[in-house]
Nanobody, 125 residues
Framework: QLTFVESGGGLVQPGGSLKLSCVAS????????IGWFRQGPGMEREGVAC????????HYKMSVKGRFFISRDNAKNTAYLEMDSLNPEDTAVYSC??????????????????WGQGTPVTVSS
């Protein structure tokens, strides 16, 4: 079964940083665009960032632009989401997902076929 294992979530104070990792299991990450999504308490899941197969294209949700940075290492079959200047509104379960198509600016979850279980991020003092 094609899936991911995410890690790196946790409790962080406002203004702090976290780096999430997402390791692909049973498939080659290099064949897919990767997206990071989040679902906050009582909220719909939303796309946060995506990156194309060779890292040439990235897109970000407006509210995280300049604070979050998506990257990937295809040799390690791993994608990352580095998050800086975190605020309580960033509290959510973060998941990565794979898309055989493209990383597009709308970061639409319906484009993504394979998902991880998610890692929780809590921003609180």
């Amino acid at each position: 079964q094609l899936t991911f294992v995410e890690s790196g979530g946790g409790l962080v104070q406002p203004g702090g940083s976290l780096k999430l990792s997402c390791v692909a299991s049973a498939f080659n990450l290099k064949d897919y665009a990767i997206g990071w999504f989040r679902q906050g308490p009582g909220m719909e899941r939303e796309g946060v960032a995506c990156i194309s197969e060779l890292s040439s294209i990235t897109h970000y949700k407006m509210s995280v632009k300049g604070r979050f940075f998506i990257s990937r290492d295809n040799a390690k079959n791993t994608a990352y989401l580095e998050m800086d200047s975190l605020n309580p509104e960033d509290t959510a379960v973060y998941s990565c997902a794979a898309n055989v198509g493209f990383c597009t600016g709308d970061i639409d979850e319906s484009d993504y076929e394979y998902w991880g279980q998610g890692t929780p991020v809590t921003v609180s003092s």
